[in-house]
Nanobody
Framework: QVQLVESGGGLVQAGGSLRLSCAAS????????MGWYRQAPGKQRELVAT???????DYADSVKGRFTVSRDNAKNSVYLQMNSLKPEDTGVYYC?????????WGQGTQVTVSS
């Protein structure tokens, strides 16, 4: 059973920064893709950022230039550095591991950005 545990969410003012962490219960060296989704109140879950085994990254247009995804295979962890936060970044952020047909999810961490 793969477990993902997120941390680092919280309340921050617009323009501030947060760093989310996600620790996996397995060795992620062979995991092709990890990353982050988010879900705002009343909206569908959306992809925020992905990072592959070779450290290739991809971002949603709404966060490009502000967010940075990284992974530390030695710590079996993936991170999301969020800078210049906006109120519209508010939501529950979910770490994920894998891809279709098998994706594992963390429990989510709340990020709230006040204006």
């Amino acid at each position: 059973q793969v477990q993902l545990v997120e941390s680092g969410g919280g309340l921050v003012q617009a323009g501030g920064s947060l760093r989310l962490s996600c620790a996996a219960s397995i060795n992620i060296n062979s995991v092709a893709t990890m990353g982050w989704y988010r879900q705002a109140p009343g909206k569908q879950r959306e992809l925020v950022a992905t990072i592959t085994r070779s450290a290739s990254t991809d971002y949603a247009d709404s966060v490009k230039g502000r967010f940075t995804v990284s992974r530390d295979n030695a710590k079996n962890s993936v991170y999301l550095q969020m800078n210049s936060l906006k109120p519209e970044d508010t939501g529950v952020y979910y770490c994920f591991l894998g891809g279709p047909p098998q994706i594992y999810w963390g429990q989510g961490t709340q990020v709230t950005v006040s204006s």
